[in-house]
């Protein structure tokens, strides 16, 4: 058998996530039918990265694999198929051992907020018109590399090994029309981007102190994180691999 990477983009407006859910719309299923209709047969993928309801990707991954080579073709006709909020960027032989999700080492998110009311960001940021402490901001993101235990940022029912994620990067950056909050992690929990930035925001408005955030973290309580924050602001920009994952590999480019 080959195995094959799959490397997808994505608008999440319409989506309940990137996972097979049973009767919901949901990325996977959009794409397995359009493999399905493609190479004549069930295609099960398995993804590296889930993302809720709402939320987008800039660059996702997914594995499967075919007894026969791809044709360079396969993605224009694929790409084709799919609806016009998915896109397949590329297709990517790998060795039949690779794995899409227990082989990347980070990934990034960015959310975005936005001040003064946008029709052209009404689906990809959060309007947020409120006037925001960025001292306070930048300090909350900067004490997140201090940690490593994330259970106060993780949805209830998260089913996981453990509540540890290394933080890479995080930290706010001021755009004209709002700002983007940037983090890189080697693994995050279910919910937990948009709990930092709902509990972080609160530190923005005054309501709670950098204190009071650290009290939040060291809690490991959900219950005291705002996860009040919508999934359409929110992006999975890059799934990280390392360095030499890729080489040696033949990509099927865009037909």
């Given amino acids: 058998m080959n195995r094959y990477f799959l490397e997808v983009a994505y608008h999440g407006g319409r ?14 299923a959009e794409l397995e039918k359009a493999l399905e209709v493609y190479f004549r047969g069930a295609v099960p993928l398995t ?20 007894e026969n080579p ?42 975005f907020i936005y001040k003064v009311k946008d029709p052209f960001l009404v689906d ?20 997140l590399k201090e940690y490593t235990d994330f259970t106060s940022f993780a949805k209830r029912n998260s089913q996981v090994y453990t509540f540890n994620c290394n933080i890479l990067y995080s930290e706010w950056k001021v755009q004209p029309q709002g700002a983007v909050y940037r983090v890189k ?25 950098l204190q009071q955030f650290r009290e939040i973290i060291e809690a490991k309580d959900c219950t005291r994180a705002d996860f009040a924050v919508p999934g359409h602001g929110l992006f999975l920009q890059k799934v990280v691999y390392p360095d030499t994952y890729f080489l040696n590999t033949q990509n099927v480019k865009i037909g």
């Avoid at 993804?47 to 075919?66: C, I, K, M, P, W």
């Avoid at 006709?77 to 794995?99: F, K, Y």
């Avoid at 279910?190 to 709670?208: D, F, H, N, P, S």
């Fill in 15 to 28: 989506y309940a996530g990137s996972q097979v859910q049973h009767n919901a719309l949901t990325i996977q």
């Fill in 47 to 66: 993804g590296s990265s889930r993302t809720d309801a709402g939320v987008h990707a800039s660059q996702n991954y997914y594995h499967f694999e075919l």
């Fill in 70 to 111: 791809i044709n360079p073709k396969a993605i224009y006709n694929l790409n084709a198929i799919l609806p016009a909020d998915v896109a397949i960027r590329q297709i990517v032989p790998v060795a039949e051992t690779a794995h899409c999700r227990f082989d990347a080492i980070a990934r990034e998110y960015e959310y």
């Fill in 124 to 143: 990809r940021a959060w309007f947020y018109p409120y006037t925001l402490d960025w001292e306070g901001l930048h300090a909350a993101a900067a004490v």
């Fill in 185 to 209: 992690a080697n693994r995050f929990l279910r919910g937990m981007v948009r709990g930092l930035v709902g509990t972080m925001l609160q530190v923005g408005r005054g309501k709670i102190t």
